[in-house]
């Protein structure tokens, strides 16, 4: 299962709390994420991740390039609806590319606890 993690700045502690309360699942998953929150997920839960660009430096579009191949099957994109992004561009293409594939998209802690549960009794 190849899992990619992004998290705007507002929501990096919440992708924490989240990677650590389902590192079981994340552990036996390959895990990709974009450039700061890759090294937050391995530096405070230990997880391996293959860190791609930043965000705000197209790491967004280099994740939907990646699922548009057919190389992510499950993105968790905790978005900050608060707070204007200078990429809102490259934010919109990555969710778009999740529909046009037909690839689950959590955007908020709540629906990504859906997913995750789900994914984590699916691949016991
Ligand atoms: O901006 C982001 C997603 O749009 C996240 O990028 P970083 O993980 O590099 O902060």
């Known amino acids: 299962m190849n899992i990619a993690l992004i998290a705007h700045d507002g929501k990096k502690n919440d992708m924490v709390a989240l990677a650590s309360a389902f590192k079981p699942l994340l552990e036996r998953s390959t895990l990709l994420a974009t450039?700061?929150?890759?090294?937050?997920?391995?530096?405070?839960?230990?997880?391996t991740v293959e860190r791609l660009l930043s965000g705000p430096m197209g790491g967004d579009l280099q994740i939907g390039a990646r699922l548009a191949m057919g190389a992510v099957d499950v993105v968790?994109?905790?978005?900050?609806?608060?707070?204007?992004?200078?990429?809102?561009?490259?934010?919109?293409?990555?969710?778009?590319a999740c529909d046009v594939h037909d690839i689950p998209c959590a955007t908020n802690v709540a629906s990504a606890r859906l997913l995750l549960t789900q994914l984590s009794a699916l691949t016991l």
């Open 35 to 47: 450039g700061t929150t890759g090294g937050r997920l391995q530096a405070e839960c230990g997880l």
């Open 76 to 96: 968790i994109f905790l978005r900050d609806p608060m707070t204007p992004q200078p990429h809102e561009p490259d934010i919109n293409a990555l969710v778009r």
